[in-house]
């Protein structure tokens, strides 16, 4: 980090994803992502060759540092993505794009940086009641994969969660859904939550769904489901999406008696935000709230839908130590 720095310098945050690559430019210590552009992951072989085509297109000049959320553990150096082809050398990117500092992080983990910044107007309450202040947040998003972190509160600051919880293991809840898993771990001997609530998974759901009621699926995408299941055009897409709902519900609530996070749990992703009013009445709620013994604690805790655009790449340039000036329209300018 520079000790003083102008309202002019220049760093890069992206949000990088198992489809598409979101860049962004942040300007001075207290700047808002701008110049956002979202690149396909296949059109690059790696994150170099798609950060320097992001500088071209938007005529930058040279940023000081950069901050990247990925879909993807970081473990060391080396970062090989899990639903992307791409791989690369954090440091060997660091020279090939001059940058003083390259920060790599979970995806999820720059969103949740990003959470006590999301303006109220761009956040949709689904069931429960007032947030608890100074308690933990949890968040999860189902999109190309499942994202799961949270926030810790320490003081006046906030510490947040770098797992990879979308890879639990997925338990069932009826007989049907045994069957559901059942079927889907003989093509995935582990069936994680990830394999049933994402993008694929909804895909992964509608086909053993299908398959389990003596029909041939067709060959759909998780858009098409949804669409097919948004306008009751398809009996098992219906089925699909409404167990999709059910199950993130009982992920989500496994979350948030695991993290104590009476402030609240927030619903990221990209499939979500794309339900509309569908989501408050889908079967997300009752799920999340059915733990028995613990229903009235669950009942309590509120979950959000998060509207805004992109926040994650709100929280990576947070990552960086930027201190972002409030907006009380958005958390992305465009």
Not at 85 to 101: G, N, Q
Request: hydrophobic content about 45%; overall charge neutral; some cysteine.
């Amino acid at each position: 980090m520079l000790t003083a720095e102008s309202e002019n310098t220049l760093r890069l945050v992206a949000d990088v994803g198992g489809t598409n690559a979101r860049f962004a430019l942040v300007r001075g210590p207290h700047g808002l992502p701008e110049q956002e552009k979202t690149l396909p992951t296949a059109n690059y072989p790696a994150l170099t060759e798609a950060a320097r085509d992001y500088l071209l297109q938007v005529g930058s000049k040279q940023p000081i540092e950069a901050a990247v959320a990925i879909a993807n553990p970081i473990t060391g150096d080396w970062v090989k993505m899990t639903n992307c082809h791409w791989a690369f050398s954090v440091e060997s990117t660091r020279h090939e794009l001059k940058l003083a500092r390259l920060l790599l992080l979970n995806d999820f983990t720059a969103l949740a940086l990003s959470l006590p910044k999301i303006p109220e107007n761009q956040l949709e309450q689904v069931g429960g009641g007032a947030p608890v202040a100074n308690t933990p947040l949890g968040l999860i998003g189902p999109g190309t994969g499942l994202g799961v972190s949270g926030l810790i509160p320490s003081g006046n600051e906030w510490i947040p969660l770098q797992g990879e919880g979308g890879h639990v293991t997925l338990c069932a809840v009826s007989q049907r859904e045994a069957d559901i898993i059942a079927f889907t771990q003989r093509q995935y001997p582990h069936v994680s939550a990830e394999r049933l609530i994402s993008g694929m998974g909804l895909e992964n759901l509608y086909r053993a769904i299908a398959t389990l009621e003596k029909n041939e699926p067709k060959m759909l995408t998780a858009a098409q489901i949804v669409e097919r299941a948004l306008s009751a055009q398809d009996s098992f897409c219906v089925d699909a999406l409404e167990t999709f709902c059910g199950m993130l519900g009982t992920v989500a609530g496994n979350l948030a008696v695991t993290l104590g996070s009476l402030g609240g749990v927030y619903i990221g992703g990209g499939i979500v935000t794309r339900l509309g009013d569908y989501f408050a009445r889908s079967p997300f709620r009752a799920r999340f709230e059915a733990k028995g013994r613990f229903e009235a604690y669950l009942a309590a805790i509120p979950t959000y839908v998060i509207r805004a655009s992109n926040p994650a790449l709100l929280g990576a340039a947070m990552s960086l130590g930027v201190n972002p000036r409030a907006s009380t329209e958005t958390a992305i300018l465009k």
